[in-house]
């Protein structure tokens, strides 16, 4: 079963300096029948413009993944990290026992553009961590890239939960297929351009949710970047951590 998420039924917030797309309730947007997809917390949509960004603030108890889109992502946090990570570069973070940190658009001229994604953990009060791996256009080309896993999984980057992430740049008209196995769950979203998944079509900034399908069939009906989070078909209940 798909179901598609239209862009324009999604809550967007507009700061001046910040523009961002909610896929779940998040800030001043509060939906209780659009929670969470399993796992799956929070996926923002965040276009941040020149000279600005996210002061330091706190956080705990949750997994969080940047994927950089366009433009650079300065980070800066209460562990001592601190670099700038640019297109296609993955931040991971995991806030644990509590962290803070800042994220900001340094680059005086260009917006910056990244998908914010917090996922649960699977147990409370872990020790934060911090970590990134900056891939390249080509590790995405034509191909579902994984880059995101759990701890005992094969992607670079790896977070504290049974749940993985792929991303893809596919030149129109370039099919592929990803297969699915029994009891899981796919939250899809569409970075740009135009996508057949089975039998139905997405656009820009359309998300997709997926359960109970063996198998999926990818065709770019133009040049489209998606990335999608596979994980257990599950009725996660944060209290249960």
């Not at 980070?75 to 990290?81: A, E, I, L, Q």
């Not at 880059?147 to 977070?159: C, D, F, L, T």
């Not at 592929?176 to 979203?189: K, P």
């Amino acid at each position: 079963m798909l179901e598609k998420i239209d862009k324009d039924v999604m809550f967007v917030a507009s700061h001046g300096w910040l523009t961002s797309r909610f896929h779940f309730s998040f800030a001043e947007y509060f939906n209780p029948r659009n929670i969470h997809f399993g796992v799956l917390r929070v996926l923002n949509d965040d276009i941040v413009l020149p000279s600005s960004g996210f002061p330091t603030h706190p956080h705990k108890d949750m997994e969080i993944v940047s994927y950089v889109v366009e433009g650079e992502l300065t980070h800066k946090d209460s562990m001592g990290n601190a670099e700038t990570l640019s297109m296609h570069n993955v931040q991971y973070m995991s806030a644990g026992t509590g962290i803070t940190h800042s994220e900001f658009n340094e680059n005086k001229k260009l917006p910056l553009r990244f998908l914010q994604i917090w996922i649960y953990p699977n147990a409370k009060n872990l020790t934060p961590n911090y970590g990134s791996f900056k891939y390249q256009k080509e590790d995405f080309l034509n191909t579902i890239k994984h880059i995101v896993s759990p701890i005992k999984g094969k992607a670079e980057v790896k977070i504290n939960q049974d749940a993985n992430i792929y991303a893809s740049l596919l030149e129109e008209g370039t099919s592929l297929s990803f297969a699915l196995e029994a009891n899981r769950q796919v939250y899809l979203a569409v970075i740009d351009g135009d996508l057949r998944i089975n039998d139905m079509e997405v656009s820009k900034y359309d998300s997709v949710k997926i359960l109970d399908e063996v198998s999926l069939n990818f065709k770019a009906l133009s040049d489209t970047h998606f990335l999608f989070i596979e994980m257990a078909n599950v009725n996660f209940i944060e209290d249960a951590l």
